[in-house]
């Protein structure tokens, strides 16, 4: 598998900082935002980013993490059972601006995902969507708002974020799968 | 009909022989025994080379639901099943409907028995103990030992009066014929519907305690040194327990016989473990200590004879949940298939003492007449192959009711063809 | 991981790993009912029926809730309402309920093995909601929970049942889940009603509570039923709660503080004193709670 990496860990930390700066700035100052992340490297993103945003705009920043397990729509018919984690979500939703965090946009259907998860919580006044990557390939109409990094890929092509709190490193990598199309795990 | 059974060993305790012999049948007689014999092209020749020929088997104990239960069984499909599973002979216990508690019932069932199957299974009634099995009065025992009844048993339920009991056996000694006891102290037994015991605590499952059994056995003993002239037999003994006051009593020289099934001596109440209604009998299956003594009771010659308790259930009466199924299995077509399996192949018994139990000796606790292979005499007989592997299974059962535990077990030997009052099974 | 059966009959074999995805899964389950929309998606479209053959409107309605919580569509009925009574067997009731198109089977009846029975005769997923003295699992799951919540883990923790074990499917579920767990579990009670080497399933008997209650962090105080006493099984109520019955003076004598269990419905002051139940000591009603929670862990984990 030939592995190409497209963010070091240097631009690891620019992206996520001006990612904050951009939310910053469209929120005058943070006001009323809160950050959710969704599990597992979005809760992570997320809680960088929030760091950040605390800092430039010196206000505190509810962050949370979503769990969408129980809002797939591929829950059914898998060999093996993707194992539910709590949604870990400790203040009131409901007219907040949440911006929904996650390491890579794909085909829409997690975030179509969260997006219930996060109304059965509560009426958000608006949700944004941040993530670090977006690889194309959308199969919902669904469109973020905060981009780190466009990337055109191949839909055999496989994106890997590692980042420090599960992979000992930061960094983005673009993978190509073997020519004797070996599948390599998501 | 002239058959020519060649090369067979001849196992007969009623002679003492154990050899290698030739058998000529003419017209259901034995024409000619002897080695190497000839004879001419209208016999038919059958290769016994390897093979077993045995006085014809009796099953002392089995219940061919005529009348009253035909869906679950008939003489005739009871007499296909003894005939396919090497029986010559079978007794029906009385708890049909009406119960076998009179003359015409009695002549009725053994009728029936010559009508069928080309009469090749003789079919003797036992009588009941008690006018309809109820436990109160007795049934006129007299007049059914003219109908033919070669034994007395309230079977399905105990005599449970020790009054009746007593009378019970000092009337059927005038006759010289045994009591069989079903043995169970009903009022330890309950709603019980497996040993109690630790599988009984782990299934959470209403238990039946050994002592049960013992209880009855230990009572009915007593009685009969106070009336020693009586014949007592024990059904489908389970307990080593139990077993063990029969060997003293015998010891003692009290008339008393004991079977057991194959069922308990082959399975533990582990069995129950997946609540398969086929593995709830009464007495139930015992433990492994049980099984043991069992067959160390075969071994010994405490238990005289190894009989089916052949008790047919629908499918649908037995595919209930456990607590609500009726106790009992099928037998006749497994029995000689797990005695040689699990009793001679495994050097518990010899192959001898296997036709004793099977045919010997239930005769003369019933006091049949003896099965004389000789010549000149009918030929009532049993051949078995001890070594052929095979798969128990139930679809090929000629018995009307399917209720075994043992489809799908891998079994060394069976019997493979009858022949008696002139009719020829070969399979 | 996956579960390895695709029904819930007992806790009996189940392993470690089994039981703590369960537990674990709760944990998940829990904290959505907290939350005021206590509803999540995951088994919408499937159909579960609720087939209780014996009483139970506290089991009922907790595995109800849980179903619905759970978005499935769900059918209830007990053997009043249903053509039981009329002879048909469980075997027709099953199938036929079958043939509508049913998913999942969630059974109470009084026979042990009924659940094991059904499996056999129905391709739904089965749940076992108590098969007469056998099992309870998820009873036991949420008696698990319970204690794990309050203790954090339930190695080597200390557990009674006290009361009428031979007749109990909540004794077997909890021997069985807590034995594998590696808690400590004894059993305490009169003679007559404890059955036959219980011991060998792990458990150290008692007959005085006395004896057990310096010794142990938990009483899992079981109902007894008025009927055992008619059969015999032991003397009166009155000896019965004075001799067995769990109460502030007697546990008064104990080092610590001991937590109290019941599965419910309480005969008060006959097996368990009033002020005990609703004492600071008692997780009774957070058993109730837990009990949704771990209700839907197992429909989702055997339903997805």
Same mark, same amino acid.
């Given at each position: 598998m030939k592995k190409t990496r497209l963010i070091d860990a240097e631009g690891f930390r620019r992206t996520i900082n001006r990612l904050a700066h951009e939310v910053v700035e469209r929120h005058t100052g943070a006001e009323g935002?809160?950050?959710?992340?969704?599990?597992?490297?979005?809760?992570?993103?997320?809680? *960088?980013?929030?760091?950040?945003?605390?800092?430039?705009?010196?206000?505190?920043?509810?962050?949370?993490?979503?769990?969408?397990?129980?809002?797939?729509?591929?829950?059914?018919? *898998?060999?093996?059972?993707?194992?539910?984690?709590?949604?870990?979500?400790?203040?009131?939703?409901?007219?907040?601006?949440?911006?929904?965090?996650?390491?890579?946009?794909?085909?829409?259907?997690?975030?179509?995902?969260? &997006?219930?998860?996060?109304?059965?919580?509560?009426?958000?006044?608006?949700?944004?969507l941040l993530v670090l990557i977006d690889r194309g390939h959308r199969e919902l109409p669904i469109k973020a708002d905060f981009i780190g990094k466009s990337v055109p890929t191949s839909l055999k092509q496989q994106i890997k974020v590692m980042m420090s709190e599960t992979d000992g490193e930061d960094g983005v990598y673009l993978a190509d799968p073997d020519e004797d199309g070996k599948e390599v795990s998501a | 009909m002239k058959l020519h059974l060649k090369g067979g060993r001849l196992v007969d305790p009623v002679s003492g022989k154990d050899e290698s012999l030739d058998l000529l049948i003419?017209?259901?007689?034995?024409?000619?025994?002897?080695?190497?014999?000839?004879?001419?092209?209208?016999?038919?020749?059958v290769d016994l080379r390897g093979k077993v020929i045995a006085p014809g088997f009796i099953d002392m104990h089995v219940h061919l639901r005529e009348p009253g239960f035909e869906h679950k069984e008939t003489i005739e499909t009871g007499c296909a099943?003894?005939?396919?599973?090497?029986?010559?002979?079978?007794?029906?216990?009385?708890?049909?409907?009406?119960?076998?508690?009179?003359?015409?019932?009695?002549?009725?069932?053994?009728?029936?028995?010559?009508?069928?199957c080309d009469g090749l299974v003789d079919v003797y009634p036992i009588g009941a103990v008690t006018k309809g099995r109820a436990g109160a009065e007795l049934a006129p025992m007299a007049e059914l030992v003219q109908a033919g009844a070669v034994g007395f048993s309230d079977d399905g339920s105990p005599v449970a009066s020790a009054e009746i009991m007593r009378r019970a056996l000092e009337y059927s000694s005038m006759y010289g014929i045994p009591i069989i006891q079903h043995a169970e102290e009903s009022t330890l037994t309950q709603d019980g519907c497996m040993n109690e015991g630790f599988v009984a605590t782990r299934l959470g499952m209403p238990g039946i305690p050994s002592v049960a059994e013992e209880l009855m056995v230990v009572r009915d003993i007593i009685l009969l040194r106070y009336i020693p002239k009586a014949r007592y037999h024990v059904a489908h003994i389970s307990t080593a327990n139990a077993l063990d006051h029969v060997r003293r009593a015998r010891k003692e020289g009290l008339d008393v016989t004991c079977e057991a099934t194959p069922h308990h001596f082959t399975l533990t109440d582990e069995a129950v473990s997946g609540f398969d209604t086929n593995t709830k009998m009464n007495p139930p299956l015992r433990t492994a200590d049980d099984v043991a003594a069992l067959k160390e009771g075969l071994r010994d010659g405490t238990i005289e004879v190894i009989a089916?308790?052949?008790?047919?259930?629908?499918?649908?009466?037995?595919?209930?949940?456990?607590?609500?199924a009726p106790f009992g299995i099928v037998g006749l077509e497994t029995v000689v298939g797990l005695s040689l399996t699990e009793l001679v192949d495994a050097k518990i018994i010899t192959l001898y003492q296997l036709v004793e139990k099977l045919s010997t000796n239930p005769r003369k606790i019933l006091s049949l007449p003896p099965i004389k292979i000789a010549e000149g005499e009918p030929a009532n007989l049993t051949l078995v192959d001890p070594v052929v592997e095979w798969t128990v299974d139930l679809a090929a059962f000629h018995s009307k009711s399917r209720n075994s535990p043992f489809h799908g077990r891998r079994l060394k030997g069976r019997a493979i063809g009858i022949l008696n009052n002139g009719s020829v099974r070969l399979s | 991981m996956k579960l390895k059966s695709r029904h819930l009959l007992g806790l009996e074999g189940m392993t470690k790993e089994e039981l703590r995805l369960i537990l674990d899964t709760a944990v998940s389950f829990r904290e959505i009912?907290?939350?005021p929309i206590?509803?999540?998606?995951?088994?919408?479209?499937?159909?579960?029926?609720?087939?209780?053959?014996?009483?139970?409107?506290?089991?009922?309605i907790s595995f109800e809730l849980a179903e619905r919580r759970l978005s499935a569509d769900v059918v209830s009925f007990s053997t009043a309402a249903s053509s039981v009574s009329k002879g048909e067997t469980l075997k027709d009731t099953a199938r036929n309920i079958e043939a509508m198109k049913i998913d999942m089977v969630v059974i109470r009846h009084a026979a042990p093995g009924s659940a094991h029975f059904l499996s056999r005769v129905?391709?739904?997923?089965?749940?076992?909601?108590g098969d007469g003295g056998h099992e309870h699992p998820t009873q036991g799951l949420l008696d698990m929970y319970t204690l794990r919540e309050k203790f954090g883990s339930l190695e080597g923790l200390r557990v009674c049942i006290v009361g009428d074990i031979t007749h109990s499917r909540v004794a077997r579920s909890n021997i069985y889940g807590l034995t594998t767990m590696g808690a400590k579990v004894s059993v305490c009670g009169p003679e007559t009603l404890i059955p036959r080497e219980i011991e060998r399933l792990g458990v150290k008997v008692y007959h005085h509570l006395e004896d057990v209650?310096?010794?142990?962090?938990?009483?899992?105080?079981?109902?007894?039923?008025?009927?055992?006493?008619?059969?015999?099984?032991?003397?009166?109520?009155?000896?019965?709660?004075?001799?067995?019955?769990?109460?502030?003076?007697?546990?008064? *004598?104990?080092?610590?503080?001991?937590?109290?269990?019941?599965?419910?419905?309480?005969?008060?002051?006959?097996?368990?004193?009033?002020? &005990?139940?609703?004492?600071?000591?008692?997780?009774?009603?957070?058993?109730?709670?837990?009990?949704?929670?771990?209700?839907?862990?197992?429909?989702?984990?055997?339903?997805?």
């Open positions: 935002v809160a950050i959710v992340g969704i599990r597992t490297r979005g809760e992570y993103v997320a809680q *960088r980013l929030a760091k950040i945003v605390e800092e430039i705009s010196a206000r505190k920043v509810p962050v949370g993490i979503l769990d969408i397990t129980l809002y797939r729509d591929d829950l059914r018919g *898998r060999l093996d059972q993707p194992q539910l984690k709590s949604t870990n979500i400790l203040f009131d939703v409901t007219g907040k601006v949440i911006v929904l965090v996650d390491d890579v946009l794909f085909t829409g259907r997690t975030i179509r995902a969260a &997006l219930n998860a996060l109304t059965d919580l509560g009426r958000p006044a608006l949700i944004e | 003419r017209d259901g007689r034995i024409e000619m025994i002897g080695r190497n014999l000839s004879a001419d092209s209208s016999f038919r020749s099943a003894a005939a396919a599973g090497g029986f010559t002979a079978v007794c029906c216990m009385p708890n049909t409907n009406p119960a076998i508690d009179d003359e015409s019932v009695a002549t009725y069932v053994r009728e029936k028995g010559k009508s069928v089916t308790d052949h008790a047919p259930h629908t499918i649908d009466e037995k595919d209930v949940e456990y607590t609500q | 009912l907290d939350r206590k509803k999540v998606p995951p088994l919408q479209g499937k159909t579960v029926v609720n087939l209780f053959f014996e009483s139970s409107t506290r089991t009922r129905v391709d739904a997923n089965v749940i076992n909601a209650i310096p010794e142990v962090d938990v009483l899992n105080v079981l109902r007894i039923q008025l009927e055992r006493q008619k059969s015999g099984l032991f003397p009166s109520l009155r000896e019965y709660h004075r001799f067995f019955g769990v109460t502030k003076e007697k546990v008064s *004598r104990a080092p610590k503080p001991i937590t109290i269990m019941h599965p419910g419905p309480i005969n008060r002051d006959v097996e368990l004193s009033a002020d &005990l139940a609703d004492g600071e000591h008692s997780v009774i009603l957070q058993q109730v709670t837990n009990g949704v929670a771990v209700r839907m862990a197992v429909l989702y984990l055997l339903g997805t």
